[in-house]
């Protein structure tokens, strides 16, 4: 099956910067990349998705990244805000499968 | 529109008891995934459903645990027998038919203690 790594686990940025989290997969096959964000007891969150069809998309301050030969994707948040600390999974599935294979998270912590 | 609906938000049980947990899709969704998540860890597949039918269980363990989706009603996760290691908070998320789109919406979480 697939297997989706996610690096670094923490991440500690000053409010203003800019963070990326790295994910990488297994299966060449997979074809759909959401990223989750999960704050402290609540639900993990959509905040972007990919499809292997493009390599890049951005929605206001997040953007995310897809490398399909080197089967890595990438989440870019600019201009960094305490309401972005949170965790942050990304996945990989197979397009109709809908099986998720999340990464073990990244809990970023923004510093006022 | 209501979204994912799960209860009891936090159920506590005792060593051997039996624990249920309930989904609620979102309205016009017929695909529910059951993930666990053990505390500072990420989502674990369990189980992923359509209406009386499980598509794949293959996270599953193979003993104690059990799921379905009925036609009517919510989908349930049935724990027997619950152990200590059961303790994890358990989400349920849906989304709408194939072909629709690929975007799962998760629902608030159950919090299963086990003492």
């Known amino acids: 099956g697939e297997n989706v790594e996610q690096h670094p686990s923490t991440l500690s940025v000053q409010e203003g910067d800019s963070a990326v989290i790295k994910c990488t997969y297994s299966?060449?096959?997979?074809?759909?990349f959401p990223w989750y964000k999960q704050e402290l007891g609540k639900r993990p969150q959509l905040i972007i998705d990919i499809r292997s069809n493009v390599g890049e998309k951005k929605d206001q301050r997040i953007a995310v990244t897809l490398n399909k030969t080197a089967k890595h994707f990438s989440l870019h948040i600019t201009e960094t805000q305490p309401e972005d600390s949170a965790v942050y999974f990304c996945a990989a599935t197979l397009y109709n499968f809908n099986k998720f294979y999340f990464g073990s998270g990244t809990k970023l912590n923004v510093k006022p | 529109n209501a979204g994912v609906m799960q209860n009891p938000r936090h159920l506590v049980r005792r060593r051997g008891q039996e624990a249920r947990l309930r989904c609620s899709p979102m309205k016009g969704h017929s695909h529910v995934y059951w993930y666990r998540q053990l505390p500072e860890e990420g989502l674990k597949f369990m189980v992923y459903?359509?209406?009386?039918?499980?598509?794949?269980e293959s996270g599953m363990p193979k003993e104690r645990f059990s799921a379905e989706f009925p036609k009517e009603g919510p989908s349930i996760l049935r724990i027997q027998q619950v152990v200590r290691g059961d303790s994890a908070a358990y989400f349920c998320a849906s989304s709408p038919p194939s072909g629709v789109t690929d975007t799962q919406y998760f629902g608030p979480g159950t919090r299963l203690t086990v003492l």
């Open positions: 299966d060449s096959a997979s074809n759909y």
């Open positions: 459903l359509q209406k009386e039918n499980i598509i794949d």
